[in-house]
């Protein structure tokens, strides 16, 4: 189910190679069917091998480019990703506030696969304190789950644990990423009114870059097109797993997902 008048909105950073950041929420949107729109907070130097340099926007152009999209093409969902310094995240948070998206997804990055820390330490705070709250639903990883929590994730009953604080933080739902741990892949999506466990199986491939900004910007897509969050979060998984299934090797490190895949045998 496409709909390409349905525009979407990711508010990330950018990866100078393509594989994640607002460049993989551009190709998710499009390869699910939403129109992609972009407001750009920093500029990483990046590629397959590692994060090397960010340069962050100030809150000016930041300002000026979600009143851009906001006042002409209001979209119906908003995806955010990298926001590295609290004052970007005061910006984003204002005017979010004052545009008020039917719905918001937060991907809390805070470090690149690399290693690279791409959420300043004291932007932490803020980020707990005025973005998480604003969340439809927040998708953190086991070591993301760990900064925003304080507490160790070894086993799913952990990731269960970690996921009803981060819920009384504010967000509505919260999707706890269990990639890092081992055994089966396991996600468990948690709410007021929602507890469902998704399991699929862990694929051998070391081309997996972008997999968090793809999966968050999925869900963004498939719930702006209509898709309650049980089906979007099904949805968004079963189409990043078989994305890292069809993963292909570019560049000398860690190569990104195939966010292309289904038409690829298509003329």
Sequence with gaps: MRNY???TLT???????????VQADLKTFSAIGTYGMSVITAITAQNTQGV????ELSRKIIKGQMKAV??????KGVKIGMVSSPEIILEIVENLKKYNPEFIVVD???ISKSGYSLLRPEAKENLIKYLIPMAYIITPNVPEAEEITGMKIETVEDMKEAGKKILELGPKYVLMKGGHLDGDAVDVLMGEDIFEVF???????KNTHGTGCTLSSAITSHMALGYDVIEAVRLSKEYIT???RHSFDIGHGVGPVNHFYKFENID
């Design 52 to 55: 090397f340099d960010v340069e």
């Design 242 to 244: 078989e994305a890292i």
């Design 70 to 75: 906001f006042e002409d093409i209001m979209p």
């Design 199 to 205: 399991t699929s199986e862990r694929l051998d491939r």
């Design 5 to 7: 008048k349905i525009p």
């Design 11 to 21: 508010i990330a950073g950018s990866d100078s190679s393509g594989g994640a950041g």
């Design 108 to 110: 809390p990055v805070m």
